[in-house]
């Protein structure tokens, strides 16, 4: 079964995979949409290959209850329940905020952007610099804003995204001290008009359950709840399973 670079293929079917994080340990699976969720047999193959590059455990993204039971059949078990929610263009946006100082994120460093992540997410959802990297990358078309503060500080961005024809909101973060003044709120509107603007019928967001404030947001610009939510899922790896591979 080749690996090329970061993507694992086996007949008809590929995944993406790497270290999660800054954690040697741990590493991530993401099946590339095909058409058809992922096979028992090809998360399998594909766990034996982490084994065999010395991983102990593997996480997924967000994963919708559709392509699970492929990962579930194959081991995985579902590590945390994500709330989904959906914008479609039926919805009307709020107008624009007053302009909070965003602008275009590529003179900013990539350090910039992980020091505000780092304040706004539990250590579990922190990005490095490779997860930003991939954060930027899952989507064909990408709109990176930053919000700059005091002494030209980043102390807010947004990733969105669209492939397909369906947008995302990949990543939102506010740094703590300056939540409250709007600054979210203006980076999500930007990001959703420039993803209308690029054509998505929809769009799509998730968020941690029991993150009432970013839900609250959400909720307020017209996005709905979708009931089959999201989960990521992990499993342990075994090491000596990784001779199996055929």
């Not at 590529?106 to 706004?120: E, H, I, N, Y």
């Not at 930007?190 to 359950?209: C, H």
Request: charged share 25%.
């Amino acid at each position: 079964m080749p690996s090329t670079g970061n993507v694992i293929r086996w007949g008809t079917e590929s995944a993406r995979v790497g270290r999660w994080r800054a954690d040697g340990s741990v590493a991530f699976f993401a099946p590339i949409p095909d058409g058809a969720p992922a096979s028992a047999e090809f998360v399998r193959r594909c766990l034996r290959v982490l084994a065999e590059q010395g991983f102990q455990r593997v996480i997924t993204g967000a994963v919708p209850p559709p392509e699970q039971s492929g990962l579930l059949e194959a081991g995985f078990e579902v590590h945390e329940h994500l709330h989904l929610l959906l914008l479609d263009n039926a919805a009307v946006l709020p107008p624009r905020p007053a302009e909070p100082g965003r602008r275009r994120a590529g003179p900013v460093r990539k350090s910039r952007l992980l020091k505000v992540d780092g304040s706004a997410f539990a250590p579990f959802w922190r990005l490095d610099r490779a997860g930003l990297d991939e954060a930027v990358k899952a989507t064909r078309q990408h709109r990176l804003r930053v919000v700059l503060g005091d002494r030209h500080a980043v102390v807010g961005y947004a990733i969105c995204g669209i492939s397909g024809g369906r947008g995302f909101v990949q990543r939102l973060a506010v740094a703590p001290e300056a939540q409250g003044q709007g600054i979210g709120k203006a980076l999500l509107l930007d990001g959703l008009y420039w993803l209308r603007a690029s054509g998505a019928q929809e769009i799509a967001v998730n968020t941690q359950v029991g993150n009432d404030a970013a839900l609250a947001l959400y909720r307020r610009v017209g996005f709905r709840d979708d009931p089959g939510g999201l989960a990521v899922l992990s499993a342990r790896l075994n090491v000596r399973d990784a001779s199996e591979v055929s």
